[in-house]
Nanobody, 121 residues
Framework: QVQLVESGGGLVQAAGSLRLSCAAS????????MGWYRQAPGKQREVVAT???????NYADSVKGRFTNSRDNAKNTVYLQMNSLEPEDTGVYYC???????????????WGQGTQVTVSS
């Protein structure tokens, strides 16, 4: 199996910063992409940022210039540095990874348990 364990959420005032971490462990051959989604109350889950193993990163328009997604491939870990936080960034943040468990298999998606980020105005 594969486990994704997140950490780093919390309560912060607007304009503040937080750093989320997500470490993948278990039976892993390689990780194709690793990133973050979030879900605000009453809204659908949306992508925040994703990074491929080659270093290519995509961001939602709402976080460009404020958030930075980075990967440590050796540690199977992804980080989300969130600066200039806004109340609209409030939600549960989920780590997501596309994992190939064994050579020759295709990737499967895995999710973390989620970590709450609350930004007060």
């Amino acid at each position: 199996q594969v486990q994704l364990v997140e950490s780093g959420g919390g309560l912060v005032q607007a304009a503040g910063s937080l750093r989320l971490s997500c470490a993948a462990s278990g039976s892993i051959f390689s990780i194709i992409a690793m990133g973050w989604y979030r879900q605000a109350p009453g809204k659908q889950r949306e992508v925040v940022a994703t990074a491929t193993s080659g270093g290519s990163t995509n961001y939602a328009d709402s976080v460009k210039g404020r958030f930075t997604n980075s990967r440590d491939n050796a540690k199977n870990t992804v980080y989300l540095q969130m600066n200039s936080l806004e109340p609209e960034d409030t939600g549960v943040y989920y780590c997501n990874a596309g994992v190939i468990r064994f050579y020759g298999q295709g990737p499967s998606p895995y999710w973390g348990q989620g970590t709450q980020v609350t930004v007060s105005s």
